[in-house]
């Protein structure tokens, strides 16, 4: 049992995407396909469904309820295994079982999991007060409270600017600045006040502390470090053939993920105007078909799909 995580799991996480990414994947039975981000195992599951008996899967996910979830629900599972830790070691993990350039496919389904979402005592929460943590692992780093006690304006500043592409950064920060003053803020519904009474742009249908939250999430978890770490080793350990399907939920993300493929497609950088051969660009992947988004009926069902754009490709 994980450290810091519960047996009785009471949230719910509705796989996005799920037919399209399991598609995406191109499931043979006895392929080896890492989840990198194991959430509640929606798509882990029908992964294991399509493979045989000498197929294999690996879960990967910070979260030790995640982890304690994925050991609940494959208990005895030969052929799965799981790893509590962060994505941007996935080639240490696949290289630990042997797997350097034979895995089949790998899946990144980024972002936080309902699970995290809907409990409030996970901080991560703008509509149910809690203490203002936003860890996805709780064991590593510091808490959102602990780095707005001590944070440097700019600092702030910049996190919400460029991970939230938030307008109105500096009022917020000053606001934040003036509240921490006068007593630290060490809960999502006094940090979320804070940033609804300072920010002056209320948008329809949207929490006016979304980007705020959104961006200290990012920053409080290294979220786009970590991808830009992980891709690179996806590729090294696809096998010829092997796919890498990437869901994101905001631009950021999917902005990274589109010009990895685009690199990798291309190939070797070589000055402008050498004549190089296709062969010698050396493409690492090919694009598999366009962006994908979610259907009306998905998007009716799951709100949480609204934003999730899914992207393939494969090994060259
Ligand atoms: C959107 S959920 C995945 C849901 C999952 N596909 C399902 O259907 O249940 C994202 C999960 O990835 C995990 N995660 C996010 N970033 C991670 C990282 N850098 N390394 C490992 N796990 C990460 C989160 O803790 C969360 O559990």
Redo the contacts with the bound molecule.
């Keep these: 049992m994980e450290s810091g995580a519960t047996v009785t799991d009471t949230y719910l996480?509705?796989?996005?995407l799920?037919a399209e990414a399991i598609d995406a994947l191109n499931i043979t039975p006895a392929g080896i396909y890492v989840?990198?981000?194991?959430?509640?195992?929606?798509?882990?599951q029908v992964i294991l469904q399509q493979l045989g008996p000498h197929g294999a899967l690996l879960g990967?996910?910070?979260?030790p309820q995640?982890v304690a979830a994925a050991r609940q629900m494959f208990e005895g599972e030969p052929r799965f295994s799981i790893e509590r830790?962060?994505?941007?070691m996935l080639g240490q993990y696949v290289q630990e079982r042997g797997w350097m350039g034979k895995v089949n496919g790998v899946?990144l389904?980024?972002?936080?999991?309902?699970?995290?979402l809907d409990d409030p005592q996970r901080g991560f929460s703008f509509r149910q007060d809690g203490p203002l943590d936003m860890r996805?692992?709780p064991a590593t780093g510091i808490s959102a409270a602990q780095w707005l006690a001590s944070a440097p304006e700019q600092e702030i500043a910049s996190v919400l600017y460029t991970y939230g592409e938030e307008r109105y950064a500096r009022r917020i920060v000053r606001a934040i600045v003036a509240a921490r003053q006068e007593a630290p803020i060490i809960t999502t519904g006094r940090l979320a006040a804070i940033v609804a009474a300072a920010n002056p742009a209320w948008e329809r249908d949207k929490h006016p502390a979304t980007r705020s939250f959104q961006a200290i999430r990012i920053f409080i978890?290294?979220?786009l470090e970590?991808?830009q770490a992980?891709l690179p080793q996806v590729v090294e350990a696809l096998a010829p053939g092997g796919r890498l399907a990437v869901?994101s939920?905001h631009s950021l993300e999917d902005r990274i993920v589109k010009r990895f493929i685009r690199e990798q497609v291309r190939g070797d950088d070589f000055p402008p105007g050498l004549p190089v051969t296709q062969a010698q660009l050396r493409p690492r992947l090919r694009a598999v078909g366009k962006a994908m988004y979610a259907g009306t009926e998905e998007l009716q069902a799951n709100p949480r799909a609204r934003s999730a754009v899914l992207r393939v490709a494969e090994k060259v």
């Design positions: 996480h509705r796989p996005v799920l989840d990198a981000t194991f959430g509640r195992g929606g798509h882990a990967i996910d910070k979260d995640a830790g962060t994505f941007a899946l389904d980024l972002g936080v999991s309902s699970p995290q996805m692992d978890n290294h979220e970590d991808m992980c869901i939920f």
